[in-house]
Nanobody, 124 residues
């Protein structure tokens, strides 16, 4: 089963950018739907963005609050999924987790593998 490792978190000011990476080991990430979830302090993990598994192409999905600001993409040669985040806002703060599953689901229980999470802090 695929294992996931996130990287790329950090602290930025509002309006800044970060790129998160989700590397897949022990498996081919293109065979999975991959999602990014965000967990703010004291809250549950919530779906932010996802990309469907590669058949002929991948389809990207976003929650309304990040549309136009975040872009999810795959680099199959590097077995990695990226989340490019621009125009960051303080409400984007949280721990970001990537997850792999057969498809894309809002319920985090439906995913097969999770990374350890990476912290993103956006200050005003």
């Amino acid at each position: 089963q695929v294992q996931l490792v996130e990287s790329g978190g950090g602290s930025v000011q509002a309006g800044g950018s970060l790129r998160l990476s989700c590397f897949g080991s022990r498996g081919t990430l293109s065979a999975y739907g991959v999602a990014w979830f965000r967990q703010a302090p004291g809250t549950e993990r919530k779906f932010v963005s996802g990309i469907t598994r590669m058949l002929f192409s991948s389809e990207a999905r976003y929650v309304d609050s990040v549309k136009g600001r975040f872009t999810i993409s795959r680099d199959n040669a590097k077995n990695t999924v990226y989340l490019q985040m621009t125009s960051l806002k303080p409400e984007d703060t949280g721990v970001y987790f990537c997850a792999a599953g057969a498809g894309l689901y809002d319920n985090d229980n439906d995913y097969l593998a999770w990374g350890q999470g990476t912290q993103v802090t956006v200050s005003s």
